[in-house]
């Protein structure tokens, strides 16, 4: 135990004296997160850009689709369309080119009977002058167009229009608010820019700290100060433990740092659960740091493992949404199977208070992975610290 | 007693057969030399002896400790100054023995007394503060030496300890090595030097392509190869008469030449070099130059392998 202890302090005393550790470690997270929390805050303060209901001008030519235009008025739409009837659709185009109303519908003639009988209806839709008031009211019918669809097939499955007819009305009377609008760029995300990149950062950062046990292994392998401490008495695995515990020990001090620093300076909330906060910072720390003596076991030079570990990070970073969250499509799914993703999320599920449930399905995830990597590492482990 | 005995120790790299069936003993209280050219398997011996390298076939004992059962205690008996500068940026000379005094399991005053004790050895008491980002060369390394020295081991291994370094430091080195023999460590210092080698060892193995191919003090390898001494003369008239004459002298054993130049090949040179200049000058030849050439360990190795050391 005296010798891994020795080599703990060894290992963090190199680290201390290193000049780029205070910048690289600490100053530059910090900085990061004030500057992309602060710089990105338009793009995730919906508080602020709480949309005003847009006025809608409604036009119903087909007297039987009454109760198809009134799922408009549900209390549901209320948040995002205000109704205004017109006589015409002359009137109504007038108005929306005089900018007086925000958005045109017409529910043509027969509508209803087209709906029920299974053939194709359409209602006609005319934007108005503003294109964010546009996108609400689109995604907002569009909702209630899916609703109108189910009732469609409804009267496909069910071949008899009257069937049809009835369950559009207990659909409309029991689920009068029932139309779901989702705004796409609002989905689900209701935590500032400086918590989402503070825990982006964070785990980018702690993979950067795990690196630094990688790149000791291989820099010690290259000035061969490696082939000097295996002629002492010491065993490989005293080696490999210092590594593990002296770089590991850095890094999590790194991440109670930025926590805490994120906390005082910019009044960052992480949450309350504590313990459950240090087993993050604990998992993506060993999963960090198992990683770089993984990759470290696999690259001969200090350049290639830089070239490589580096690579991981960004990438995993990015596929997480550290960088941008709107990915979308086929890179948002991969980031799903990255370390960074669950280490995020896992860091702003706390933010958000989320349920237990969430919170520990995160963990859970994160610490197996951990504990994967580090099984991993523990095989590769000698082959990394060798000499030869 | 023996310090180190080696028993048909081999090692390979693939198919290449670096250390091929090496046996030898070396025994306590000596500077023994371990020369031969880049390649022939010394450094992979010495790593062999230190526990570095896996012994493919024999066996290695240090102080009647076998290496393959005892790596660690075999270790802590060694002190090995690599071939490298082997040094961190970031700490202090003093720190330096520090950490490598604690990993031979020094603590407390005795530690500190090593550190200082080694700092005075190696001449870098004045600079213990310092690291060695702002040493000379000389200076790292003789801190290369200090951190193997710290634990006071029985056995110090110095692999080419001199390379790239200044006349002065490397005198430095070598009165060091000599130095801590009188103090009691059994020193095996290797180096294709052959100079340095034939100052300090008390006994000299020369090994080539992982062979032993030469063992013993320098007076008895310089034996088998005493008789490649030799006078080159440089001369202007030389006459038949005068080779005929040379030729004949008790002490010659075999004279060449060739146009002007003649090699008179003969055992203590020096002692019977008056008798050659009295004989040309007695035939009115004239003498251009002169040079006596010593056979030396080179000369020996050049004998058994028909290569120089340092090609």
Redesign the interface.
Known sequence: M??IG?LIL?EL??MI??KETFWLLLFLPLLLIFILGNALSGFFDYENRRVEPIEVGLVVLDEASSEFAGLLRADGMARWLSVIDFESKERMLGALKDGEIGYGVVVPEHFAERVTSGKEARWELYPGQNADSNLVAESAIEGLLDRINFVQSAAVALGDPRAAEAAVRTASAAEGSGVKVVPPDMSGRDYSALQYYAAQMLVMFLLYAGMAAGLSIVEERE???L?????????PVHILAGKFAGDGLAAFAQALIIIVCTFAFYGLDWGSRYLHLLAACFFTVAASVSLAVIVAALAPKARAFQMIFMTLIMGMTFVSGGFTPELGGFLERLGEYSLSFWASQSFIHLMLGSADSVVHEHLTVLGLTAAGLFLISILLGGKAVS?? | MSLVRLRQVVKRYGAKLSVDHLSLSIERGEIFGLLGPNGAGKSTTIKMI????RIDQGEIEVDGEPVRRHP??V??K?G?V?Q?I???D??TAA?HLR??G????L?GSRLRERVDEALEFTGLTEHRNERPGSFSGGMKRRLNIA?AIVHQPKLVIMDEPTVGIDPQSRNHILESVRELNRRGATIIYTSHYMEEVEAISTRVGIIDHGRLIALGTIRELLTQVEEQEKLVIETEGLKDAAVDEIRRHASVRRAERRDGTLEVYLRHAQSYLQDMLYIIAKHEARIVSLRNETPNLETLFLTLTGRNLRD
């Not at chain 1, 082939?227 to 065993?235: G, K, Q």
């Not at chain 2, 230190?50 to 390298?53: A, E, P, T, V």
């Not at chain 2, 604690?102 to 399991?105: D, E, I, P, T």
Request: a positive charge.
């Open positions: 005296r010798t020795t060894h005393r190199r004296r290193a000035a061969r100060t082939e000097r401490i295996h002629a002492a008495p010491v065993r000499h030869e | 230190c526990g570095l390298l660690l205690a270790k802590s060694i090995l690599p490298e082997a040094l961190y970031q700490l720190e950490f490598f604690k990993l031979y399991g603590r951190c």
